[in-house]
T-cell receptor, first 113, second 114 residues
Framework: GAGVSQSPSNKVTEKGKDVELRCDPISGHTALYWYRQSLGQGLEFLIYFQGNSAPDKSGLPSDRFSAERTGGSVSTLTIQRTQQEDSAVYLC???????????FGPGTRLTVT | AQSVTQPDIHITVSEGASLELRCNYSYGATPYLFWYVQSPGQGLQLLLKYFSGDTLVQGIKGFEAEFKRSQSSFNLRKPSVHWSDAAEYFCAVASGGSNYKLTFGKGTLLTVNP
């Protein structure tokens, strides 16, 4: 079946602009995660959704970062007033309710110039 | 707090040789452990997982890993490496409860020589 999809695959933006990154999880997966992968920090957890609520936002690096999930499906990660240090690959993953393994999308490469 | 250490940043092996990638974890309870592989420009693909039971787990692409509680290790092995195995490998531990967020190691880059 279809895997996790993310769009866009690449995004180049100017410093100070807002960006939205989209994640479509595997159908029926109730849990959704966002991670960030950067050269300096490796793979870092950002936020966890269960259904439409986010019980763990502990990884969001600043209040410029926010995320929402609607209909228990699609999620959007928004970065306001982007900074150069936001440049990274943003990975989305989903997980079915009864199992522990996460399935990752291909990522969105964000470059802030 | 949980953590994962992958001591080897880069490993080079010849095609056909055996492979072992090291992973050490720190976690208070029984860990949920994973190995993922990432090819250039791609997302993460799950190779195998350990939750409980048999400490030797089999995964896809001929990989296996052994959980050793006494050494806090979960090393990945393959008896004969193929050129297509060249990629970056990440070990991860999941938190408990209902969250299961992953904490990753820094990764090991595998180069395969012909």
């Amino acid at each position: 079946g279809a895997g996790v999809s993310q769009s866009p695959s690449n995004k180049v933006t100017e410093k100070g602009k807002d960006v939205e990154l989209r994640c479509d999880p595997i159908s029926g997966h109730t849990a959704l995660y966002w991670y960030r992968q950067s050269l300096g920090q490796g793979l870092e957890f950002l936020i966890y959704f269960q259904g439409n609520s986010a019980p763990d936002k502990s990884g969001l690096p600043s209040d410029r970062f926010s995320a929402e999930r609607t209909g228990g499906s699609v999620s959007t990660l928004t970065i306001q007033r982007t900074q150069q240090e936001d440049s990274a690959v943003y990975l989305c993953a989903s997980r079915p309710t009864r199992y522990n393994e996460q399935y990752f999308g291909p990522g969105t490469r964000l470059t802030v110039t | 707090a949980q953590s994962v250490t992958q001591p080897d940043i880069h490993i080079t092996v010849s095609e056909g040789a055996s492979l072992e990638l090291r992973c050490n974890y720190s976690y208070g309870a029984t860990p949920y452990l994973f190995w993922y592989v990432q090819s250039p420009g791609q997302g993460l693909q799950l190779l195998l997982k350990y939750f409980s039971g048999d400490t030797l787990v089999q995964g896809i692409k001929g990989f296996e890993a052994e959980f050793k509680r006494s050494q806090s290790s979960f090393n990945l092995r393959k008896p004969s490496v193929h050129w297509s195995d060249a990629a970056e490998y990440f070990c991860a531990v999941a938190s408990g409860g209902s969250n299961y967020k992953l904490t990753f190691g820094k990764g090991t880059l595998l180069t395969v020589n012909p």
